[in-house]
């Protein structure tokens, strides 16, 4: 089993940033591929960005490409998430996970998840 666990949500005006962090745990060798998704209220779970955890490869969704990036510290087994120039449309809960195979950008195809972190932006 695989643990993650989110943190760096908050509040922030547009225009701002804010760094996400996942720290995992666990059988972290199982893990091939890591996810951000964000879900917003009435809304369905949306891919926001992945990376291939040994080769740094990254991928990501059209509504943030150019302003977030996502890295991974191998050694502390720990993903991030740097989102900047934030708009009130990036509010929602932002979750963490991780797959076994190699990139999927549907969330049906993560085996683990984090509990999630909110991110509000104020207008």
């Known amino acids: 089993q695989v643990q993650l666990v989110e943190s760096g949500g908050g509040l922030v005006q547009a225009g701002g940033s804010l760094r996400l962090s996942c720290a995992a745990s666990?059988?972290?060798?199982?893990?091939?591929?890591m996810a951000w998704f964000r879900q917003a209220p009435g809304k369905e779970r949306e891919f926001v960005a992945a990376?291939?955890?040994?080769?740094?490869?990254?991928y990501f969704g059209d509504s943030v490409k150019g302003r977030f990036t996502i890295s991974r510290d191998n050694g502390k087994d720990i993903l991030y998430l740097q989102m900047n120039s934030l708009e009130p449309v990036d509010t929602a809960t932002y979750y963490c996970?991780?797959?076994?195979?190699?990139?999927?950008?549907?969330?049906?195809?993560?085996?683990?998840w984090g509990q999630g972190t909110q991110v509000t932006v104020s207008s």
């Open positions: 990376i291939t955890w040994l080769t740094g490869g990254s």
């Open positions: 666990g059988r972290t060798t199982n893990i091939f591929n």
């Open positions: 996970a991780a797959r076994r195979g190699s990139y999927r950008s549907s969330a049906a195809a993560y085996e683990y």
